[in-house]
C-alpha cells in the first residue's frame, strides 16, 4: 500500500511541474503586437543591467509582455528588455502581397536567417519602418518577421458600403476560425484594399481587418469627369514641390529615394514607359515610398511632332505598364521638352504640368550648379526640374533639401502644391 501512494506522489509531482512549465511557455509566445522606438535605446537582459543591442529611433519590435515600466521584446534574434517610455503604437502602412511565389517571412533581415512562414499572395500585410530597403517588417495575424520588399506594392483602394440586412464580423486574417476583431454596422462605408477568395480586406477610421465579401456591396456613385489640364498657382503655404524626369534608373533613383526618406520629403516622378519595362522594382520602390507618379511618355518623343494617333499611343502605353507595375495609373502628365498643344491636351485626363524652375541639370552634369538654380530660384509654390538619371543630380539633392528646410519650406508632390 505505501510503495503504491508513493508512486501516486511522484506522478502528481510530475504532472504538476509539466503544468507549470507549459504555462511558462505559452506566456512566453510572442503577442505579434508591434511598437516602434522612439528614440535611439539599449536593450536589456533580465537582469536590466547587461546592454545586448542598440536600436534606432523608429525601429519595429515585437512586444511580448509589459510590466513595472519596463518592455519585453523581440528584435530578429534578440528576446530583452526596454523602458516602455522609449515605445510607442504605430500606424502600419498596408501593402498587398504580389509576386510570382508566396514570399517567405524570416526572423531577420538575412536571406540565409529562420523561415518563420510564408505569406498567400493577394494578402493585406501591415508594413512597419521603412518601404524602400530590400528587406521590411511585416505582420499578418500572428506572424511578423522580415520579407522582401519586392514582394509587396501599395494597394488600389475602392470605396464599399456593408449590406443593410446584417453587421460584419471584422476577422484579424482571412480565415472564420481566425480571432474576431470588432464590427461593421449595417450600411456603413468601409474602404476595401483586396478580395481574396471570398474575403475582403477593409479600414474604416477605426477598424480594419478581414470581412466576408458577400456582406459588402459596391455604392451608387456619379460618373467622374474628365479632369482638365492646370497649371501651377501659388500655394497658400510655403510649398515647393521637387520633380524628377526620365527615369526609373536603377543607381541613381535609389539613391535619391534614400536622401528624400532622410528629409521626410515627398516628390513627384516622372517616368518614360520604356525605362519602366527595364526596372519595374525601382517604380514600385518609389510607389510603395509615398511619392507621385507621373507619365513622361513612352520613350520621350517630342509630342508635337507625332501624328494625333501616335500621341496617344505614347501616353496610353505609359499608364498601361506603370498600372501594371503599381496598381494605379499615373496622377499627372509632363510634356517631353515641355513641348505641347491643345492636341496633346485634349488627350489628358490629369493635369499638364511643367516647371517654374529649370535647374538644367541635364546640360552642365554640375552639382553645384544644380544647387545654385534651386537656391537662387526657389519660392512658395515653385515647382523645380530635374532628372533621376544624372548621378551630380542625386549628388545635388542633400544639400537643396538642407537648405529648402532651414528655410522653412515643405517638399510635397505636385498634385498636393496644386490642391488635387
Known amino acids: 500500500m505505501r510503495k ?128 524602400t530597403a530590400d528587406f521590411v517588417f511585416v505582420k499578418y495575424g500572428k506572424l511578423a518577421g522580415f520579407v522582401n520588399q519586392q514582394a509587396l506594392v501599395k494597394p488600389v483602394s475602392k470605396a464599399m458600403i456593408v449590406k443593410s440586412s446584417a453587421d460584419l464580423v471584422v476577422r484579424e486574417i482571412a480565415s472564420s476560425s481566425s480571432q474576431e476583431i470588432g464590427v461593421l454596422r449595417k450600411n456603413s462605408s468601409v474602404t476595401m484594399l483586396t478580395n481574396l477568395k471570398g474575403w475582403a480586406f477593409v479600414t474604416t477610421d477605426k477598424l480594419s481587418g478581414y470581412v466576408l465579401t458577400n456582406g459588402l456591396i459596391t455604392p451608387p456613385v456619379e460618373k467622374e469627369k474628365p479632369v482638365k489640364p492646370v497649371t501651377p498657382k501659388p500655394a497658400t503655404d510655403k510649398k515647393i514641390a521637387l520633380t524628377f524626369d526620365d527615369g526609373p534608373h536603377p543607381k541613381v533613383t535609389k539613391q535619391i529615394l534614400k536622401t528624400l ?108 550648379k544644380t544647387v545654385l538654380a534651386v537656391k537662387e530660384g526657389a519660392k512658395n509654390g515653385s515647382i523645380v526640374l530635374m532628372h533621376d538619371i544624372h548621378q551630380t543630380t542625386a549628388d545635388a539633392l542633400d544639400e537643396i533639401l538642407a537648405t529648402l528646410q532651414k528655410q522653412g519650406y515643405e517638399f510635397v508632390t505636385v498634385s498636393e502644391l496644386l490642391g488635387k
Open 4 to 131: 503504491i501512494l508513493y508512486f501516486l506522489l511522484i506522478v502528481f509531482c510530475i504532472i504538476g511541474v509539466s503544468l507549470v512549465n507549459n504555462e511558462r511557455v505559452h506566456a512566453a509566445a510572442p503577442s505579434a503586437t508591434i511598437k516602434i522606438t522612439t528614440k535611439e535605446t539599449e536593450v536589456f537582459d533580465e537582469t536590466l543591467q547587461k546592454k545586448l543591442i542598440t536600436l534606432s529611433k523608429a525601429t519595429p519590435v515585437i512586444v511580448l509582455s509589459e510590466a513595472d515600466g519596463w518592455t519585453e521584446i523581440q528584435y530578429k534574434t534578440v528576446i530583452g528588455y526596454i523602458p516602455s517610455e522609449y515605445l510607442k503604437s504605430a500606424s502600419p502602412q498596408y501593402m498587398l502581397v504580389q509576386a510570382k511565389e508566396e514570399p517567405l517571412v524570416r526572423v531577420t533581415n538575412n536571406l540565409q536567417s529562420e523561415i518563420k512562414g510564408k505569406l498567400h499572395l493577394n494578402t493585406i500585410v501591415e508594413l512597419y519602418g521603412s518601404a
Open 261 to 368: 526618406e532622410k528629409y521626410d520629403a515627398k516628390a513627384t516622378f516622372f517616368v518614360v514607359g520604356q525605362e519602366v519595362k527595364e526596372h519595374p522594382e525601382i517604380l514600385k520602390a518609389v510607389y510603395n515610398a509615398g511619392h507621385e507618379i507621373g507619365n513622361h511618355t513612352f520613350n520621350h518623343e517630342k509630342l508635337t511632332t507625332l501624328q494625333p494617333e501616335d500621341i496617344k499611343l505614347q501616353i496610353q502605353s505609359t499608364d498601361a505598364i506603370i498600372k501594371s507595375t503599381i496598381g494605379q495609373r499615373a496622377t499627372v502628365f509632363r510634356p517631353p521638352y515641355g513641348s505641347y498643344d491643345e492636341t496633346i491636351t485634349d488627350q489628358l485626363n490629369v493635369p499638364n504640368v511643367l516647371w517654374t524652375i529649370d535647374t538644367l541639370d541635364w546640360k552642365h552634369r554640375d552639382s553645384k
